[in-house]
């Protein structure tokens, strides 16, 4: 028969001791010490009794919390029956004769004195910690516990979805001796060592997955963004390396070149024999990829072109894998024939010898030390005439004919001009995977910290999780139901991407623009709030929420900076606005405004405005139409401010100049719509019940912490009442408290690494 304090109640005389050391769920050495040194002391304990005793008092397999509330529930039993107890001996010896004797009187009296050795070297002081026992459960504060609502191992699988297997195989590798984390201060050092952990993804057939399978990969681009969310638990500089490497370089080849760049580069990019960059930022030029000054002089005597740098800020700024590892680049230029100007296309261009020498005409300066991402080698390139055979020009989009005369399928400058970075919108969709990884992994190391942190209590009482603090949780839930949105909007927005059709590409470039600014600022904002909840612990680099803010600060501005990314989601907004009229005979606009002004009439009477009924506030129906009301409100004003700046006299730029703040509201609502209706979606096609219901609890949390957040527009509309936005921000708090206890559970179905989660999420031991 196995040893148990049931099946061997004399043990339970220790049960008191060891409850009370692990009762804030850290043992500490002086806990350990003395009650290990007690136990082995104990002559009156067998050999396996000894051994049962000490694996409870494990570091490293602390007792579950259902095996602490078993605990538990029999100091409190005994607790209850008499109210003369003075200290844990006491306590214990009462606990081991409570179903039947075990200790006679003269053993209790002969024991007594030796466990009171004990309670002196726990440095306790009996009648305080009785006390403490019987006020543990006074307060609603301590009620509060983690428990397990639905089952973890099928919320992962549901957050994973059809990418489960290489997610999986990535955490391995990622979770593996050879991806310690162990990040070297020495920047050449990190660099080198970010190489060599590419060099073994793509020795694990990771690096080419959204390749062709005759260029040794697998034609998966949605298997692709699974890999570098995966990546982006471990170090964002192995994700950026990565990204620039098998994304960038590699992409631009797939997605401007044609067949014979594919033969000729892919297979070699994918395996690293190949690093290269995507050279298209300039120092003075920014995000104005059209107004870039880099040349491409096409030569028709030798059929070359001519890479040149006309000014010194012309150069090109900010590039990955340029100041020590790329031997080739992605070059955007303005394609110069015959002294006419044919717009930026892109050229692959030369940049570095084999032995590592620079190129014959290209200077390359390293941008230096960073404020993060200091694995990934950025540099700035400068050409000066250098020259590249007729076939490095990426020719699927246009090319110079065999007369030396310019040809493109695509007739318009800037329909051609946007097609062509149109394809290379997949930049715009790894980011926020990846800023959304580094949000979940701040957040699954605060949470599961906050559960185990405690700090302060009612007077005589013990300290309380800081996670049942209602201000703590009102800090860190909302920001775990963006996680659980964000996951499925932007696994909505890589499917839409990886089956698009011509016809949607501008929507889904608008959206992913949008939903890579809505990503990186929430990854930014989630980060800081960790940071701060995890107090002077947030602090310290060993539970890396220093990198992931350091290393995510620059998501807000590369790949587009945020708010200029939001202005292009807006236009596209205020674009489909005006088709949606445009079609429409006046009978047929006549009829859609009554219509919709007859919505907004029965969501405007005094009954909805002022509706605090928590089933209603609940209804995802109220939601959607709360969404719907203030995107279709904000787009429709804009469009009416704009035209009347017009009317007015004044130059389109300067009126889209003065409607830049109300862009960012247009692209910010739409985007609150697009997510909050693919959480709808989720939850509609989740079966499971357990998981239904929690998914729900997050997702009403979204829904109305979002509405509070924007509660003064509503309250300047007339949607709403403050009797209404008063109960609105009630129910944020009180989902909050409910989400609590299901919390740790939902940060663990991110189903991290240990090995990259900070040392407070899996300490089991505080030092005294």
Not at 285 to 296: D, E, L, P, Y
Not at 532 to 539: D, P, Q, R, T
Not at 608 to 621: F, G, M, P
Not at 671 to 677: G, I, N, S, W
Request: aromatic share 10%; glycine share 6%; hydrophobic share 40%.
């Amino acid at each position: 028969m196995d040893i148990t304090f049931s099946t061997d109640p004399k043990l339970s005389l220790l049960l008191p001791f060891i409850y009370f050391a692990w009762q804030d769920d850290v043992l500490t050495k002086t806990e350990f010490d003395a009650l290990s040194n007690f136990i082995n002391t104990q002559e009156w304990l067998t050999k396996a009794e000894k051994t049962f005793l000490k694996s409870k008092i494990n570091f490293d397999v602390p007792p579950s919390r259902l095996e602490l509330f078993h605990w538990k529930e029999k100091i409190d039993s005994t607790l209850k029956s008499t109210t003369n107890i003075n200290n844990l001996t006491e306590l214990g010896f009462l606990i081991a004769n409570a179903e039947r004797p075990t200790f006679t009187e003269d053993e209790i009296n002969k024991t007594g004195p030796v466990f009171a050795q004990l309670e002196a070297g726990l440095g306790l002081m009996g009648s305080e910690v009785i006390a403490g026992f019987r006020k543990t459960t006074t307060t609603l504060t301590h009620s509060q516990n983690t428990v397990e609502s639905f089952n973890v191992q099928k919320m992962t699988a549901l957050l994973d979805g059809s990418q489960a297997e290489i997610i999986n195989k990535v955490k391995a590798l990622i979770g593996s001796e050879a991806f310690k984390l162990d990040i070297p201060t020495d920047v050449t050092e990190y660099r080198e060592k970010v190489l060599h952990w590419c060099q073994i993804l793509a020795d694990n057939d990771l690096s080419s997955y959204a390749y062709p399978v005759a260029q040794g990969g697998k034609n998966d681009i949605e298997g692709y963004f699974a890999i570098m969310e995966t990546l982006s638990y471990h170090d964002l500089s192995l994700v950026i390396k990565f990204g620039v490497q098998f994304g960038l370089w590699g992409m631009s080849i797939l997605s401007l070149g044609t067949e014979k760049h594919y033969k000729k580069y892919l297979k070699d990019v994918g395996t690293l024999a190949l690093p290269g960059c995507f050279a298209m930022t300039e120092t003075h030029h920014g995000s104005n990829v059209k107004g870039i000054h880099t040349t491409a002089t096409y030569n028709h005597k030798d059929r070359t072109f001519t890479i040149n740098t006309p000014e010194k800020y012309d150069r090109k700024e900010y590039i990955g894998n340029a100041a020590n590892h790329g031997e080739m680049a992605t070059v955007f230029a303005k394609l110069i024939i015959d002294g006419k100007d044919y717009g930026v296309n892109a050229f692959i261009t030369p940049i570095r010898n084999k032995d590592k020498s620079a190129y014959h005409g290209v200077v390359i300066e390293d941008c230096g030390h960073k404020m993060g991402l200091n694995g990934v080698d950025n540099g700035i390139i400068t050409f000066k005439n250098v020259i590249i055979p007729y076939e490095n020009m990426l020719d699927r989009f246009a090319s110079v004919s065999e007369s030396g005369e310019f040809q493109s399928p695509i007739p318009s400058d800037n329909r051609r001009f946007f097609t062509m970075l149109g394809t290379l919108v997949g930049g715009r969709i790894g980011i926020p995977r990846s800023a959304l990884a580094a949000a979940k992994t701040g957040l699954a190391t605060t949470i599961k910290y906050s559960d185990k942190r405690r700090q302060f209590g009612p007077e005589g009482g013990q300290e309380v999780p800081i996670l049942n603090y209602r201000m703590h949780q009102l800090r860190l839930m909302p920001y775990l139901a963006n996680s659980y949105a964000l996951t499925f909007a932007l696994q909505h927005l890589t499917k839409r991407f990886v089956n698009r059709k011509e016809e949607e590409m501008q929507e889904i470039e608008a959206l992913a623009a949008g939903l890579k600014a809505y990503s990186t600022w929430n990854a930014r904002n989630t980060l800081q709030e960790c940071r701060e909840a995890c107090g002077g612990k947030g602090y310290l680099s060993e539970n890396r929420i220093d990198n992931l803010k350091n290393d995510t600060e620059i998501y807000t501005t590369f790949e587009g900076d945020n708010t200029v990314l939001m202005q292009l989601t807006a236009k596209n907004r205020l674009s489909e606005y005006r088709k949606q009229f445009s079609g429409m005979s006046v009978s047929t606009i006549f009829n859609y405004v009554v219509g919709q002004a007859k919505t907004v009439v029965a969501e405007k009477n005094p009954f909805a405005t002022r509706n605090v009924d928590e089933t209603h506030l609940k209804d995802a129906a109220f939601h959607l139409n709360a969404f719907q009301y203030r995107e279709r409100e904000i787009v429709s004003s804009g469009a009416r401010r704009f035209k009347k700046l017009v009317d007015d006299g004044l130059d389109a730029f300067d009126a889209a100049n003065i409607m830049h703040p109300h862009m960012l509201q247009i692209a910010d609502s739409y985007l609150d719509r697009a997510v909050l209706e693919q959480f709808q979606i989720k939850i509609q096609e989740t079966e499971d019940e357990p998981l239904k219901e929690v998914l729900t609890r997050l997702y009403n949390l979204f829904a109305l912490n979002k509405i509070e957040q924007h509660k003064a527009w509503y309250l300047e509309q007339g949607y709403m009442e403050g009797v209404k936005t008063k109960a609105i921000r009630k129910l944020v708090s009180q989902l909050c408290w409910e989400i609590r206890q299901d919390a740790v559970p939902l940060a663990d179905a991110f189903n991290i690494p240990e090995s990259c989660l900070g040392v407070i999420a899996t300490t089991k031991i505080a030092q005294a």
